[in-house]
């Protein structure tokens, strides 16, 4: 006679028939959804195993066997891991940028309008969304390394393929060869939340994710400094050219340096799992995962879903001030392109320290829902005093702005990701990073068109007012995010219920129930 036990997603165990599995009343249910697990008999006198998501069974009136603690170790390496990531992560940031900040040295240079140099910057954003998806299933089927090998090849390629277009005839070859390194980004943008749960320890994967981040955020900060100062703004076309073609074969030396050193460096995984969590993922047989169901599980997660659209609507706000801030000082400083990019530095520099400050806040706080909406509503502060002090005639003041809007605004880029993987945890946290970036990229573009249209007709006031409303509205919504820290039961759970705590004879059912189906 069968004897089932039924478990909901985020409440505790609530009805128990028949004979009841010693401490499971103390536990909560961090999984996604329901799963199944059935006791069967095996050669040792039974076994366990999952199966189809309906509820948890436990076969012919036996207890379950208990399911031991996993060994975990960290490994030093990690460290060469993460700063891979961080340094491929940067440079294809920085190929990013190198146009939209001397826009106005592009645009005489190849002879063309700003909708076109735009659209250098844009171009980053729209292959993320049709692509993500096989990138994620990349991911998930072979792992980080060969989506890091992907990405790196993608960045050695169109920087080579720059390194040609050094001509004012050859705008078609700079698009397309930023067209190939942007396809690039969607192998790396977002990846730091995977790499860090996979090599990373409970205490310091927040801090890892935050430097992952910072890979990309200095990247940025390169683009709004390096451009200008190799590429003057001088009269003499030939000479505009050269100094154009050192930057592109310097973007295409280091991007294959990256190259190389992830085909013989990088790794996938380390042997041991760095904690409880991941040691519960490593458990799942590939066979019992699907792919297109984790998506559909992670697009039911109404938190999830909230974070996607306020995250999208925060970063997709900095994707346009980042491509667009060129034209803003320009039109109230003109002649400014080298101060421009100092204070397209200053942002992103401010951002690095409030991404590594909220990692480290986050390690040891844990109060990820509360750390996001602060941070969230900062950001709109700082972008209306930013809108509002751009055209007092001070550089210096806008300096001071930029820098707090830098702080909050790009510190929140690893604040998302640590929080998608709480609230969606045993989900890949490729997947989940993935989703949030593919809400920026959509709303980056159409963040900046819409704001480039309303500085073309009314004014850089009005285009920075455009972005406030929407960073309000993310704010909002922000706070009617459900603070569900999955990841983190998890990790409890397994300490509180280990072998000293649960007999001999019981199923420990946090590790069951973190199964990914």
């Not at 039974?46 to 309906?54: A, E, L, R």
């Not at 998890?490 to 300490?495: L, M, T």
Request: glycine fraction near 8%; proline fraction near 5%.
């Amino acid at each position: 006679m069968q004897q089932n036990y039924s478990m909901n997603s985020g409440h505790q165990i609530s009805e128990i028939q028949g004979n009841g599995w010693p401490c499971a009343e103390a536990l909560t249910n961090p999984f996604v959804g329901p799963a199944s697990v059935q006791w069967s008999p095996g050669s040792s006198g039974g076994s366990v195993s999952v199966g189809s998501p309906v509820g948890a069974e436990a076969s012919h009136g036996q207890p379950a066997q208990l399911l031991q603690k996993a060994e975990t170790k960290l490994y030093r390496r990690r460290w060469v891991m993460l700063f891979l990531f961080f340094s491929i992560s940067c440079w294809n940031a920085f190929i990013w940028l190198q146009y939209s900040i001397i826009s106005n040295i592009f645009m005489r240079f190849y002879d063309i309008d700003y909708v076109a140099i735009d659209w250098l910057s844009m171009i980053y954003f729209a292959p993320y969304i049709p692509f993500i998806l096989p990138v994620l299933w990349l991911l998930d089927n072979r792992g980080i390394r060969d989506v890091m090998l992907v990405g790196s090849a993608f960045n050695c390629i169109g920087a080579w393929v720059k390194t040609g277009s050094a001509s004012p005839n050859m705008f078609a070859v700079t698009f397309f060869g930023q067209f190939v390194c942007s396809s690039a980004s969607v192998f790396t943008l977002g990846m730091s939340s995977y790499l860090a749960s996979v090599w990373f320890g409970e205490r310091e994967v927040s801090s890892a994710c935050s430097i992952g981040v910072l890979g990309f955020e200095l990247g940025i900060a390169i683009g709004f400094l390096v451009p200008p100062i190799l590429v003057p703004n001088v009269d003499d076309m030939d000479e505009l050219a050269h100094h154009i073609s050192i930057m592109f074969y310097i973007t295409a030396g280091v991007a294959t340096l990256l190259f190389i050193l992830v085909v013989f460096v990088f790794q996938e995984r380390p042997k041991l799992p760095p904690t409880q969590a991941q040691a519960i993922a490593r458990t799942i047989p590939p066979e019992q995962y699907s792919y297109s169901a984790s998506i559909l599980r992670l697009l039911r997660n109404r938190a999830f879903v909230l974070l996607i659209i306020t995250y999208g609507l925060n970063v997709g706000c900095f994707y346009a001030v980042s491509t667009l801030l060129n034209r803003m000082i320009i039109e109230h400083y003109p002649g400014e392109e080298v101060n421009a990019g100092r204070i397209g530095l200053t942002i992103v520099i401010a951002g690095m320290v409030g991404s590594l400050i909220c990692g480290l806040w986050l390690d040891k706080t844990k109060t990820y829902k509360q750390t996001t909406l602060v941070v969230y509503f900062m950001s709109l502060v700082g972008m209306i005093v930013y809108a509002a002090t751009l055209s007092l005639g001070h550089l210096w003041v806008v300096f001071i702005t930029a820098g707090a809007l830098g702080f909050f605004m790009t510190g929140y880029l690893p604040l998302g990701f640590e929080f998608a993987v709480e609230l969606t945890y045993p989900e890949s946290e490729g997947t989940s990073s993935g989703l949030l970036n593919c809400s920026a990229q959509v709303f980056g573009i159409i963040f900046t068109i819409c704001q480039g249209k309303i500085i073309d007709h009314f004014s850089t006031l009005a285009g920075n007012i455009f972005l406030c409303v929407f960073l309000l509205i993310g704010t909002i919504i922000t706070a009617f995010i459900k603070s569900d820290l999955r990841r983190q039961n998890a990790n409890q759970s397994v300490k509180a219920t280990g072998p000293s705590d649960c007999p001999a004879g019981s199923l420990d059912t946090p590790i069951i129930r973190q199964a990914k189906l």
